[in-house]
């Protein structure tokens, strides 16, 4: 049985997750070419990058610097209680994290907001 509620909530004592994956990531691409890509967009009104939600992904990107040789990234989108503001608009990118299967931590910010009814839900369900 999955531990995964697709409809987010969650009754697990745990704190939930603060969104910590999106408090620093990588990109699949250089930030250089995130940029020129989305530049390149902007001339000719045709041109189809080959990165999905392109526009989403070059405004929301807060550099962190380079370690380890690798480009981090924050959000301007993520909340302080691990919500992500745009979470229905959200970059295909981010709705894939952490891979083909979501991520089973019930608390996991990335099933998106907890109303206290869910977690009221969740804890008479448990
Ligand atoms: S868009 Fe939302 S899910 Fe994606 S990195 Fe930003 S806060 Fe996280
Ligand atoms: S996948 Fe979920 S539980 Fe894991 S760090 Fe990201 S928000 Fe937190």
Redesign the pocket.
């Known amino acids: 049985m999955t531990i995964y509620d697709p409809t987010d909530g969650s009754i697990d004592p745990r704190p939930r997750c603060k969104?910590d994956c999106?408090r620093g990531?990588s990109l699949e691409h250089p930030l250089s070419i995130v940029q020129a890509e989305w530049r390149k967009e902007q001339i000719d009104s045709s041109y189809k990058s080959f990165i999905l939600d392109l526009s989403t992904i070059n405004e929301?990107l807060i550099p962190l610097g380079v370690f380890q040789s690798q480009e981090l990234f924050t959000?301007k989108?993520?909340h302080k209680n691990g919500d992500?503001?745009?979470?229905e608009a959200?970059?295909k990118m981010?709705r894939d994290f952490p891979g083909p299967n979501p991520c089973a931590y019930r608390n996991c910010a990335?099933h998106g907001p907890q109303p206290i009814w869910k977690k009221a839900w969740n804890w008479l369900r448990d």
């Open positions: 969104g999106c990531f929301m959000c989108h993520l992500c503001g745009i979470y959200r970059p981010c990335s």
